[in-house]
């Protein structure tokens, strides 16, 4: 394709467009920190995709991941066009060998996520916790593990970013990410009021005795259910060493800044492609040959169905989140768009804004998935109620797609017992998954570790750390 | 909004070739595919006996076929039935398919595509598999026949000469000489004879490294296809043993019943036949080839025999007699016993033969191999019964 273009088609052009679809995108009544673009190497593009950052700690599982990624890469099952980290400045990266209309759709789609991530309270609050320069604090963080390597081995750095890593989503995004430590001593408990005999003798004439002044009790720790366990980890691990807890709040750290992008998947990408495709169409000064292959391009990403399927068994969120704001603009004005952006996350957006007409204009419906015999899987149409709808989209965006798992417990001799919230949870754990998870732990935690949750029939089951080593 | 005029620009950089040189995702890959190597090796024990991986005899390498590792989290049970939302043409009650037998043609990019699909396959060397064995064991290397009983001539270089046949000429060694002369020398000539030098070889004397391992394999009929595999798993890792020690191993196959043949390896564990059980007629054919081919003033001897432990009791004497003949000659002779169950062995006709030369005092030693899981053990005992035995002398 690409020795049909003239030279200047190449993606020197982009020096030229983006600016002109900056001012365009402010005109329009964005806003956004400034950007800096670079275009990079296919393959720097798949490390950035897999690590979720352009330099980040080393670690096998990254390995897997970046294999599966460049397989299908390879195979042509997935492009690559664009990761942008929210910042000031914002850091956006391009694909240098993917085509200038693909360049220049893809520059304007990044506009709209610079508005959104600066606009959206969630990513907001996020923004202002961990800093403006996740980038460079992230590269920062893997230079000092690197560094932990060459002090205390591979291995021992390895155990605790099996376990760090492993908890990425059990943290407490509510808690804030710089916390204090729980009070020592909590304040005695009021006396239960008198009762019976008590009552009575207290209503007898004659001197009050003096109160003895109520003693402060050590507090327990932790004082109740602690979701955030790579907090507590750091915090109260019976002996965890300086560099370890590093490693812990660092891996913390990161997973409050990915947070938001989760948690507006839906809202962010449609925001992002409603946006590219606005801009793109009201962008004048592009040849007609660079917007006539941007909106192909457009009409791939955000399409519903893979290739020439009628029906789909996963909702592709660009396609859901672009409809949506089509048809928010579409009925309301800019300002109240603007809010909603501002106010919003997949949650309330999906409840507020997936009205039922838009729902059954675009075929959504409710299946079932039951597993078959030899991998086979059945899914049956249930119906097309939009409550259920909402609720299905949303359910694996609750608590960061992992189970709810708390610290219950610490004992006086720094026994670590871990609850699990069936009740919200609706069924238990993967016991053997669960018990690998609980070996990373104990590795670090160093003291006996265990975990309740119920077994396939729903009985309380308390899990140990499996025996062995992997 | 109007405070976003007075922001800096961004910046849009076209150029950026250095990252080129970033490749973390392939340091991380090769860091997981270490760890699949150290896990596979710690369940040595497990792989030596999962006789399958045994492809095809003489090859240098055997290949493991093994998953990607999982990094683990917190996960909830797999559900009996979950729901879901999708998009499209689809009406209540409908049904749709997918996993079980994948897709064809243009791939959907739905169902069933989850990571536990793929798989690779990791090569080890059978080298270092024997190597890793030997570290996991403690053992020291094994010492060969006592050196001087066992000599062998040895040609070593040694030295240069100026005159010597021509296949020795070393040249490299002579550019030199002439570039020494040419420096010193005012309008030079590019060679003279007087640079040419010539390796020069010595002989010495060395202790052989020859070894011969016979194999001898009981084919009668009562020999399953079971008990032939345990055979073969065996007679693999001890050889490998062996060739970790010896450099020139050969090797000697012989299947018998009332009669003995010797086969080659690709045939050897083919052979069926039905027959009775002669062990005489084995051992006497390993005695004889050694004989011929592989005297014991040249060559250290292993003899190896598999058996389910019958032998026809007339064949008593005859056994016996073979068997001391060889067992006085041989560095090593073992009997791996496969017998119909746990129990019976030690009790057989031969494995009281190999159990009485062993209380003998010769390097006479026997294992019962039942199952798969015993074959390390017998290895274990076999490489320990070398290492002890060296170690006495």
């Known amino acids: 394709m690409e020795h049909m273009h003239g030279p200047e088609m190449s993606n020197e052009q982009l020096a030229d467009y983006a600016p002109r679809i900056e001012a365009l995108a402010k005109e329009r009544g964005l806003s956004f920190y400034p950007v800096d673009f670079e275009l990079v190497p296919n393959a720097f593009m798949m490390e950035v995709a897999v690590y979720g950052l352009p330099v980040r700690m080393p670690h096998w599982s990254f390995g897997v991941r970046y294999i599966y990624q460049y397989v299908q890469h390879r195979m042509g099952h997935s492009k690559i066009f664009e990761v942008v980290f929210p910042g000031n400045p914002n850091r956006a990266y391009l694909v240098d060998d993917n085509a200038l209309a693909e360049n220049t759709l893809v520059t304007a789609h990044v506009l709209g996520h610079a508005d959104f991530s600066r606009n959206n309270q969630l990513f907001d609050r996020m923004q202002r916790e961990v800093g403006y320069h996740i980038v460079e604090q992230a590269a920062e963080r893997a230079n000092r593990i690197q560094a932990a390597i060459e002090d205390h081995g591979q291995s021992r750095v390895e155990a605790v970013l099996d376990a760090a890593l492993a908890l990425e989503a059990n943290v407490d995004i509510n808690q804030g990410l710089n916390r204090p430590d729980y009070p020592e001593m909590r304040e005695p408990r009021d006396k239960p009021p008198a009762q019976g005999f008590q009552r009575h003798y207290n209503q007898l004439p004659g001197e009050d005795e003096a109160e003895p002044l109520p003693a402060r009790e050590r507090a327990p720790i932790p004082p109740g259910p602690e979701y955030d366990l790579l907090w507590f980890i750091a915090r109260y691990a019976p002996e965890l060493e300086g560099w370890e807890r590093d490693i812990f709040l660092a891996v913390r750290e990161e997973s409050f800044y990915f947070y938001p992008v989760f948690a507006c998947q839906i809202m962010n990408e449609g925001w992002a492609s409603y946006w590219h495709a606005r801009l793109l169409r009201e962008a004048d000064f592009l040849p007609n040959r660079v917007y006539l292959d941007a909106i192909k391009t457009h009409s791939d990403v955000v399409r519903p169905y893979a290739g020439d399927d009628a029906v789909s068994l996963r909702v592709n969120p660009y396609h859901l989140g672009f409809s949506m704001w089509e048809r928010i603009l579409k009925d309301c004005s800019l300002e109240e768009a603007l809010a909603i952006r501002r106010d919003e996350d997949d949650f309330s957006f999906i409840r507020n804004y997936l009205h039922e007409d838009l729902a059954k204009e675009l075929r959504l419906f409710n299946f079932t998935r039951r597993p078959g015999a030899g991998g086979e899987e059945r899914f049956i149409v249930r119906d097309r109620e939009i409550d259920t709808l909402r609720e299905n989209i949303l359910a694996p965006k609750f608590n960061y797609g992992g189970p709810r798992i708390y610290v219950k417990a610490m004992g006086a001799d720094g026994h670590l017992e871990l609850g699990h919230d069936v009740e919200s949870d609706g069924r238990g754990l993967d016991l053997a998954r669960s018990r690998k998870v609980l070996n990373y732990i104990q590795r670090v935690w160093r003291r006996p570790v265990q975990l309740e949750t119920v077994d396939h029939s729903g009985d309380a089951k308390v899990l140990t750390p499996e025996d062995g080593d992997d | ?393």
């Open chain 2, 1 to 393: 909004m109007r405070d976003d005029d007075r922001q800096p620009i961004s910046r849009m950089a076209v150029h950026n070739r250095w990252y080129d040189l970033f490749s973390r995702g392939a340091r991380d890959w090769l860091r997981h595919n270490q760890k699949v190597r150290d896990a596979v090796r710690d369940h040595l024990p497990d792989m030596v006996t999962g006789s399958d991986i045994l492809s095809r005899p003489g090859d240098r390498t055997v290949q493991v076929p093994v998953r990607f590792m999982e990094h683990y989290r917190f996960r909830l049970r797999d559900p009996h039935e979950d729901d879901g939302v999708g998009q499209g043409n689809g009406e209540p009650g409908d049904v749709f398919r997918t996993g079980g037998q994948p897709k064809r043609g243009k791939g959907s990019g739905e169902g069933g595509s989850g990571e536990g699909e793929f798989q690779f396959v990791l090569e080890f060397k059978v080298d270092d598999i024997v190597d890793w064995i030997w570290q996991e064991l403690e053992l020291p290397d094994l010492k060969p026949k006592t050196a001087d009983a066992l000599q062998d001539d040895e040609l070593t270089p040694e030295g240069w000469d100026r005159r010597g046949p021509r296949a020795r000429l070393d040249r490299r060694r002579t550019v030199k000489e002439a570039v020494k002369r040419r420096a010193v020398q005012t309008d030079p000539v590019p060679f003279t004879d007087d640079d040419l030098r010539y390796r020069q070889l010595s002989r010495r004397r060395r202790p052989a490294m020859n070894a011969v391992v016979a194999f001898i394999l009981d084919v009668s009929a009562s020999m399953d296809g079971n008990r032939r595999k345990l055979a073969k798993a065996f007679f693999f890792w001890a050889t490998q043993g062996l060739r970790r020690q010896y450099g020139n191993i050969e090797t000697v196959f012989v299947a018998h019943t009332n009669e003995a043949w010797e086969f080659s390896e690709e045939e050897f564990f083919q052979i069926s036949a039905t027959g009775g059980t002669v062990a005489s007629s084995g051992l006497r054919s390993v005695r004889d080839i050694f004989a011929q081919r592989y005297p014991a003033a040249q060559y250290n001897q292993y003899v190896f025999y598999a058996s389910d432990g019958d032998n026809f009791a007339d064949d008593r004497d005859a056994a016996e007699a073979v068997a001391l003949e060889l067992a006085s000659e041989v560095n090593f002779m073992g009997l791996v016993e496969t017998p119909q169950n746990r129990f019976e062995a030690a009790r057989s006709e031969t494995g009281r033969l190999f159990k009485s030369l062993e209380a003998r005092n010769y390097p006479v030693s026997s294992y019962t191999v039942h199952a798969d899981e015993d074959i390390w053990d017998a290895i274990r005992a076999f490489f320990r019964r070398q290492v002890d035995t060296a170690e006495s002398d």
